[in-house]
C-alpha cells in the first residue's frame, strides 16, 4: 500500500522559508515522477513542482520558480520542498503525489496522493 505522508507546514512571515518533507512508502518509485501540489482556500489545486525520482530532473510552476526547490532523498524516500522568500499568496495546503513517468512537468495522471499540510504565510 503506497503511503505519502507530508509534513512541516506551519506559520511563517512573509519572507521566511519553510522546508516540506513527503516520507514515501509501499512500492520502488523508480521511473516515478513526484510532485508537489498545493490548494488554497476557494481555488482550484496547483501545480507546483515536480521531480523525477530517478536522475532527479526538476520543474517548477512560473508562481515560485526561482524561491522554492524540490529535491529528493533515494535512500530514504524522501522528497523535499524548500520554500524561500515566502509570500502571503503562497498560503495553501501543500500536498504530495506520485505517477508513473519521466517528465517532470507533466502535471496531470498523478497516482498517488498524501494528505496535506498547511502553509500559512502572515504579511
Known amino acids: 500500500q503506497v503511503q505519502l505522508v507530508a509534513s512541516g507546514g506551519g506559520l511563517v512571515q512573509a519572507g521566511g522559508s519553510l522546508r516540506l518533507s513527503c516520507a514515501a512508502s509501499?512500492?520502488?518509485?523508480?521511473?516515478?515522477?513526484m510532485g508537489w501540489f498545493r490548494q488554497a482556500p476557494g481555488k482550484e489545486r496547483e501545480f507546483v513542482a515536480g521531480?523525477?525520482?530517478?536522475?532527479?530532473?526538476?520543474y517548477y510552476s512560473d508562481s515560485v520558480k526561482g524561491r522554492f526547490t524540490i529535491s529528493r532523498d533515494n535512500a530514504k524516500n524522501l522528497v523535499y520542498l524548500q520554500m524561500r522568500s515566502l509570500k502571503p499568496e503562497d498560503t495553501a495546503v501543500y500536498s504530495c503525489?506520485?505517477?508513473?513517468?519521466?517528465?517532470?512537468?507533466?502535471?496531470?495522471?498523478?497516482?498517488?496522493w498524501g494528505q496535506g499540510t498547511q502553509v500559512t504565510v502572515s504579511s
Open positions: 503525489a506520485a505517477r508513473p513517468g519521466t517528465d517532470p512537468s507533466r502535471r496531470v495522471g498523478y497516482e498517488y
Open positions: 509501499g512500492r520502488s518509485f523508480s521511473l516515478y515522477v
Open positions: 521531480i523525477t525520482w530517478d536522475l532527479g530532473r526538476t
